[in-house]
């Protein structure tokens, strides 16, 4: 990248510490449980462009980040610097404002009007624009980018509309992914295979729509012709909410077809037995494992011996009985048996030991999993420091988190974030809380709304009504809608307060914002796509 121009704005950033050293070297593209990703590992992949170290990107997304002007689509702060752009810099720059809607809606379209020596908007620029907005349910704009897309000559992918139709499941409107899912065809110019189709499917049973997907798999099932990822994945959206009569009919169905299940099918349904079934008091307990068994046995006789995933679903159930001893018996049992442990293995069996108050015994598991060369996950510190927030172990809960950053074992999740938050908030050591909030403003998950939301209401308890109106108005400048508690929390401690005059600013100022959500993207001259 070359900058031509220097002025302050170029010696103000020069002191800013790089930020794709403190991401995570991808970007996730599902988040859904180990079961239901082991049904569908030959399905269609949503591969989106992933992060890599780029100091120009760092500084771009600076500027855009801290000059961005809300009521004016693109300031001046980019067009001063005449930036030569790649196309795998306007991609990582993208990449580092997805948590920020509109500043990367402004700047893709001012992307649009600049001259290159490559074409600097290829279907995976995009695609993740269309997952941003997908995200934050703009779903209208998003339409229009696949529309101009097609007119630009780029061809729209399997993947763009795979983006568009989980963002729609996740937003709960199913009906219009099965309806993209049909204008696939017309898009991308080329026959909608089995793999699209599996896709579609396990979408919406992953999110807990079993009963669309059943509908759908029936009237389709002439066109694509059923196997055993269909019916599994079936029989998981059946189990994910809880009807396990419904996914024992699907799996005597395959078999009377004649497609014989496999592991990942019976996994799928111990899955089922096991991890929504009550376990208090000790007879469901018995009454869960004695089901387990008997999915077990249909196992065996049917030539098919249980593998890691099957011995951890029943570490799961150990673990949520709080049955400690039990946990490490079955995890020595594995490894008599030749079965290696993952790190879902300990981490179940670590969340037993700290929810059960062996915090030492836990400890030790924790180092025994690094010596055996399994990396604990980000949920492997949240047991930790669930049990340490309930023990106000503060100390040890801030000596983990540094320990966490520090070995570069795992970057931590926006839970761990929350949890943290949580509980130095209550404990009110506000510097070490604003230490975190940094971290998670620069960390590859970023705040969410639920992380504005504890920490709005964490100073309204403490009566900080001033950092409390600065995140508010940070929120809703990143297009986060505050949830109706928060307003009304707010908004009574205000007025107790005697600071109407406040309260009725921030209001002009979100109705403010609000029209500049929607007017901001009257820059794209095209058409709606009526759905």
């Given at each position: 990248m070359a900058i031509r121009s220097v002025t302050s704005l170029d010696i103000s950033l020069r002191f800013v510490p790089s930020i794709s050293s403190r991401f995570a070297s991808s970007f996730s593209a599902q988040e859904h449980d180990t079961v239901s990703d082991s049904a569908d590992?030959?399905?269609l992949r949503i591969d989106l462009p992933t992060l890599q170290h780029s100091t120009d990107a760092d500084t771009l997304a600076q500027i855009l980040l801290l000059h961005h002007n809300p009521f004016h689509a693109m300031e001046s702060s980019l067009q001063l610097q005449g930036i030569a752009f790649s196309s795998n810099l306007f991609q990582q720059t993208l990449l580092r404002l997805r948590h920020n809607s509109k500043i990367a809606v402004s700047f893709f379209h001012y992307s649009l009007s600049l001259p290159s020596d490559e074409p600097l908007h290829s279907s995976?620029?995009?695609?993740?624009?269309?997952?941003?907005?997908?995200?934050?349910?703009?779903?209208d704009l998003a339409w229009q980018l696949i529309i101009l897309m097609d007119q630009r000559k780029i061809a729209p992918t399997s993947v763009t509309f795979a983006i568009m139709i989980r963002r729609l499941i996740a937003a709960g409107l199913t009906r219009q992914a099965i309806r993209a899912f049909d204008d696939m065809e017309?898009?991308?110019?080329?026959k909608v295979d089995v793999d699209a189709f599996c896709f579609l499917l396990d979408t919406l049973c992953k999110y807990g729509y079993p009963k669309v997907a059943d509908e759908i798999f029936n009237q389709r099932k002439w066109t694509f012709s059923p196997n055993v990822r269909m019916y599994t994945?079936?029989?998981?959206?059946?189990?994910?909410?809880?009807?396990?009569?419904?996914?024992?009919?699907?799996?005597r169905e395959m078999i009377a077809k004649g497609i014989e299940p496999n592991v990942v099918t019976y996994n799928v349904i111990l899955n089922g037995v096991c991890r929504k079934s009550s376990?208090?008091?000790?007879?469901?307990?018995?009454?869960?494992?004695?089901?387990?068994?008997?999915?077990?046995?249909?196992?065996?006789?049917?030539?098919?011996?249980?593998?890691?995933?099957?011995?951890?679903?029943?570490?799961?159930?150990?673990?949520?009985?709080?049955?400690?001893?039990l946990t490490l018996d079955k995890l020595n049992l594995m490894k008599q048996m030749g079965i290696s442990p993952?790190?879902?293995?300990?981490?179940?069996?670590?969340?037993?030991l700290c929810s059960c108050g062996r915090l030492e015994d836990a400890e030790a598991l924790l180092e025994e999993m690094t010596r055996n060369g399994v990396s604990p996950s980000a949920a492997t510190y949240n047991s930790f420091f669930k049990e340490y927030r309930g023990r106000n172990y503060s100390e040890n809960a801030l000596k983990l988190y540094r320990r966490m950053k520090e070995e570069g074992l795992c970057s931590p999740s926006l839970n761990s974030y929350n949890i943290l938050l949580s509980m130095f908030m209550k404990l009110n050591q506000m510097e070490v809380v604003k230490e975190i909030w940094d971290e998670m403003k620069v960390s590859d998950t970023g705040p969410d709304l639920d992380s504005y939301t504890l920490l709005i209401h964490g100073l309204c308890e403490k009566k900080k009504w001033k950092e409390a109106c600065q995140f508010f108005v940070e929120m809703i400048e990143k297009g986060l809608l505050p949830?109706?508690?928060?307003?009304?929390?707010?908004?009574?401690?205000?007025?107790?307060?005697?600071k109407l005059r406040t309260w009725r600013r921030l209001q002009k100022r979100l109705d403010e914002e609000s029209i500049t959500f929607r007017s901001e993207f009257q820059n794209y001259h095209l058409k709606p796509y009526r759905r």
């Open positions: 590992h030959e399905q995976a620029s995009y695609n993740l624009l269309i997952d941003i907005l997908g995200k934050v349910r703009q779903f017309i898009f991308v110019k080329e994945i079936l029989i998981y959206g059946w189990c994910k909410i809880n009807r396990i009569d419904r996914a024992e009919r699907f799996l376990l208090h008091p000790e007879w469901r307990f018995e009454r869960t494992i004695w089901e387990a068994e008997k999915v077990f046995d249909e196992m065996r006789k049917r030539g098919i011996e249980p593998d890691v995933m099957s011995f951890n679903i029943l570490l799961h159930v150990y673990s949520r009985a709080h049955k400690p001893q993952t790190v879902a293995t300990y981490t179940s069996v670590i969340k037993c949830q109706k508690v928060t307003f009304e929390t707010l908004y009574r401690g205000l007025i107790q307060s005697d």
